[in-house]
T-cell receptor, first 112, second 114 residues
């Protein structure tokens, strides 16, 4: 079945440093979604990417979808303590599959 | 607009007992998904219901079951509880089934099995 792998599992950064998490799928994806889960909270939708090579920005967050639509990344510029949490990617392979497959997430800690 | 609501917030059971968790989706959403999140782990897909039918099931034993009611609310039942069932159980809803649909999660039900 479809597998979505995410690295790194953990990342500790100094406040102000940049952060990147990577997501790789074993199959071509029709779209990819990113979610953020704050400590003690529940996953909240951030963004969806659909097109090959698509890049979207939300303030200090930049999301990319690979040309082959098998990988994606989330980059945060100049991290802040409010960025703390676990970031999950979730992919949908299409082809009659109507279910998102989540990566295991990257837990971000920001040291003030 | 009310979000996805789950109850109870916390539940403590002992081994061998049964647990029932409930979920009310966002108004107008017909799909309900259940995920298990054990401490420090990712989201493990449990069950997906849409229009009252079970559409897909994750790699969990049959003692994990559920149903969706005509009003699209759902319940998850876990029979013969084991210690490793202790986890946060998250419910999410979406408007119909399509891979492009975004999931809206509830706050979760934390199940502790002693």
């Amino acid at each position: 079945g479809q597998q979505v792998m995410q690295i790194p599992q953990y990342q500790h950064v100094q406040e102000g440093e940049d952060f990147t998490t990577y997501c790789n799928s074993s199959t071509t994806l029709s779209n990819i979604q990113w979610y953020k889960q704050r400590p003690g909270g529940h996953p909240v939708f951030l963004i969806q990417l659909v097109k090959s090579g698509e890049v979207k920005k939300q303030k200090r967050l930049t999301f990319q979808f690979g040309e082959a639509k098998k990988n994606s990344s989330l980059h945060i510029t100049a991290t802040q303590t409010t960025d703390v949490g676990t970031y999950f990617c979730a992919g949908h392979s299409g082809a009659g599959s109507y279910q998102l497959t989540f990566g295991k997430g990257t837990k971000l800690s920001v040291i003030p | 607009e009310a979000g996805v609501t789950q109850s109870p917030t916390h539940l403590i059971k002992t081994r061998g007992q049964q647990a029932t968790l409930r979920c009310s989706p966002i108004s107008g959403h017909t799909s309900v998904y259940w995920y298990q999140q054990a401490l420090g782990l990712g989201l493990q897909f449990l069950l997906w219901y849409d229009e009252g039918e079970e559409r897909n099931r994750g790699n969990f034993p049959p003692r994990f079951s559920g149903r969706q009611f005509p009003n699209y609310s759902s319940e998850l039942n876990v029979n013969a509880l084991e210690l490793e069932d202790s986890a946060l159980y998250l419910c999410a809803s979406s408007s119909g089934f399509s891979g492009a649909n975004v999931l809206t999660f509830g706050a979760g039900s934390r199940l502790t099995v002693l």
